[in-house]
């Protein structure tokens, strides 16, 4: 008998524990705050970002319009105004109402500015806007024992052992260690010295172009 009642005893003390712990197991799971939705929200703005339109290059503001450049100019709700001209060798453009305009050196933006100016008297409030359509004024040019001699555009970043490979390499009577950059510094030309056997070895320092500049190979 006394077993028996300790045995019950037991089994009354086991279930009693094992009911406590549940019930504290469903609590603190009713008690756990609801899952944020931040992360979902972060990831819809990461995709908006996404497919947000890429920002303006504000490097094409630094560009300075040359001989022989294409040009777009738009005048808004004026179509007479808005026309497609090319820089003359003179740096002048013409347009209708202003006639010639000396634009060499400047930005687009500056441009737009300037003829803005211009047609006020003859427009109210006018709005304008230029662009460079065809870059032409940025030319290097490569003289003597190549392949190829001429002008080469430089619409980029161009070294003198670029323009060589450009132009087809060096001749068979080309000599290597004597070729040099002619370039005009304040209206003086300057001589650059270009290694060309060290150059292409590694041991030597490449020459960045600039526009105008004359690869002279003897």
């Known amino acids: 008998m006394f077993s028996l009642r300790r045995l019950g005893i037991a089994i009354a003390t086991f279930l009693a524990v094992a ?5 504290n197991s469903l609590g ?8 944020s939705s931040e992360p979902r929200k972060g990831a819809a703005a990461a995709k908006d970002d996404s497919q ?7 490097a094409t503001d630094l560009y300075r319009i040359g001989i022989g450049d294409q040009l ?20 002048v453009i013409t347009m209708p109402l202003l006639n010639d305009i000396y634009v060499v050196g400047q930005t687009p933006k500056e441009l737009a500015a300037l003829i803005t100016e211009k047609l006020k008297p003859f427009v109210n ?12 004024s940025r030319k ?40 040099y950059v002619l370039r005009v510094v304040d209206g003086k030309e300057v001589r650059i010295p ?6 292409i070895a ?13 690869l002279i190979v003897p």
């Open 52 to 58: 947000a339109p890429p920002r303006p290059n504000v």
């Open 194 to 199: 270009f290694h060309y056997k060290k150059v």
């Open 72 to 91: 777009q100019i738009a005048v808004w709700h004026e179509h007479d105004l808005s026309l497609s001209v090319a820089v003359r060798p003179d740096g």
């Open 140 to 179: 290097v040019y490569i003289v003597g024992q190549v392949t190829r001699q001429g002008s080469f555009p430089l619409n980029d970043k161009k070294t003198a052992l670029e323009l060589i490979t450009e132009a087809g390499g060096l001749g068979p009577f080309a000599k290597a260690n004597s070729i």
């Open 28 to 35: 603190a799971q009713s008690a756990a705050p609801p899952q």
């Open 125 to 136: 409030e006018p709005q304008v806007t230029v662009s460079v359509s065809a870059i032409q």
């Open 19 to 23: 009911g406590l712990s549940a019930t």
């Open 202 to 214: 590694g041991k030597g320092q490449d020459v960045d172009l600039q526009p105008g500049d004359r």
